[in-house]
């Protein structure tokens, strides 16, 4: 890979990947200003999977405008990918921040959320039942979890979208090896 190339790259997923954490921690924080912080509303939910698609196409097709007009797949993965990377960072320092400042009882209040959610799906549902669930479902409520799956999600949706707009986008350079 050529150092101008690295260079580039680099600048993209650096700069997609703030614009993209900072709009998607303005996001949450609307959700949490509109008291939606447990279950974003699905309006909230879609406008950030456009955001996030939009986001990591156009910063691999910048990439590919800089390159030439030329992009690998490799390089369409690693660009939209670096960029989901670099957005997942910036969302788990504000979910950190949160859970430990701005909402400190956030755990505790998920359950609870999760308590009424379970009677409104269910309204025969017995409190032994809804009580075993939640217990089952409590090893897996700390910040430690949470981040892994934030992690996870965030680089397995970038690494979709970058796989089919890297399919979509490719163009060999005929020069190169």
């Known amino acids: 890979m050529e150092e101008s190339e690295k260079i580039n790259s680099k ?4 700069n997609y990947g703030l614009i993209l954490g900072i709009i998607s921690v303005l996001l949450g924080v609307i959700s949490y200003v509109m008291g939606d912080l447990y279950q974003p509303h699905w309006t909230m939910q879609v406008l950030g999977y456009i955001i996030f698609i939009g986001i ?17 797949l490799g ?10 990377a670099v957005a997942a960072v910036i969302g788990i320092i504000y979910f950190i921040i949160q859970v430990n400042f701005i909402e400190p009882d956030y755990f505790v209040n998920y359950i609870d959320f999760q308590r009424e959610a379970a009677y409104k799906a269910n309204p025969s549902v017995t409190q032994e039942q809804v009580d075993a669930g939640l217990e089952f479902s409590k090893p897996f409520m700390n910040t430690g979890f949470f981040v892994a799956i934030q992690i996870a999600m965030t680089l397995l ?20 090896a």
């Open 157 to 176: 949706f970038g690494l979709i979208i970058s796989l089919i707009a890297g399919l979509v986008m490719k163009k060999q350079n005929p020069y190169q």
């Open 56 to 72: 990591v196409v156009y910063g691999i097709n910048e990439f590919k405008k800089t390159n030439g007009g030329f992009l690998r």
């Open 11 to 14: 600048k993209i997923i650096i």
């Open 75 to 84: 390089q369409a993965l690693k660009i939209g990918t670096g960029i989901a």
